[in-house]
Every structure is written in structure tokens, then in C-alpha cells.
């Protein structure tokens, strides 16, 4: 069975750190490029973070670029999103996602579209709060 599973999400205070794992089983993570996502409540779900499979290369919005990186460890097969500096505005589901590499830059492949990513996981819970 081919999933992505995350995990790490929860409550944190604002300025704190969080780091969201993304887990894949029944296929391997390095020919895939991956993102993270988020949606809030009442909100569109939004690009986080893509890590390309090919040079590494990464993408970051501006509202998260400085705070947040994405990492692979390729002998767990999973993807790390290391969330820094963490501010109310960054509560939201977060999901990671794993597509086929269609573009030549990751910052294309990093749009939360249909059909551009393959698999998706369920998402997980992070709440920046006091």
C-alpha cells in the first residue's frame, strides 16, 4: 500500500520550533519531489515547502523563507519540515505530498493544484498559541 504518513504536528507557543516528519511506505521518496502544504481554517491550502528529487534544490513562499527548512533522509525514507520562529499565523493542517518531477524548476511543482502531486497524506495538527 503506497502512503505518505506525518507526524510531529501539535501545540506550540508563538517563537517556538516544530519538526513535521512525512513518512512514505510501499515507494521510495528520492525520485519524487516533495512538498508540505498547510490550510487553515477557512482558508486555501497553501505551498509551504517542495524539495526537489534530482540537485536537492528547494522552494520557500515568502511568508515562511528564513523560519522554515525541508530535508530528506534518504535511509528513512522520509522528509523533515523543521518549522522555527513559529507565529499564530502558521496554525493550519499541514500535508506533505510527493509528485513526479514535471517541471524544470521545484518552485512549479510546489502549487497545491489537482494532479500534480501524486499522493498525499492525512495531515497533521500544528497550533501556535499562547
Known amino acids: 500500500q503506497l502512503q505518505l504518513v506525518e507526524s510531529g504536528g501539535g501545540l506550540v507557543q508563538p517563537g517556538g520550533s516544530l519538526r513535521l516528519s512525512c513518512a512514505a511506505s510501499?515507494?521510495?521518496?528520492?525520485?519524487?519531489?516533495i512538498g508540505w502544504f498547510r490550510q487553515a481554517p477557512g482558508k486555501e491550502r497553501e505551498a509551504v515547502s517542495c524539495?526537489?528529487?534530482?540537485?536537492?534544490?528547494?522552494y520557500y513562499p515568502d511568508s515562511v523563507k528564513g523560519r522554515f527548512t525541508i530535508s530528506r533522509d534518504h535511509a528513512k525514507n522520509t522528509v523533515y519540515l523543521q518549522m522555527n520562529s513559529l507565529k499564530p499565523e502558521d496554525t493550519a493542517v499541514y500535508y506533505c505530498?510527493?509528485?513526479?518531477?514535471?517541471?524544470?524548476?521545484?518552485?512549479?511543482?510546489?502549487?497545491?493544484?489537482?494532479?500534480?502531486?501524486?499522493?498525499w497524506g492525512k495531515g497533521t495538527l500544528v497550533t501556535v498559541s499562547s
Open positions: 524539495i526537489s528529487a534530482s540537485d536537492g534544490s528547494t
Open positions: 505530498a510527493a509528485g513526479r518531477n514535471l517541471f524544470p524548476s521545484v518552485q512549479a511543482m510546489c502549487i497545491p493544484v489537482p494532479g500534480l502531486m501524486d499522493y
Open positions: 510501499g515507494f521510495t521518496l528520492d525520485y519524487y519531489v
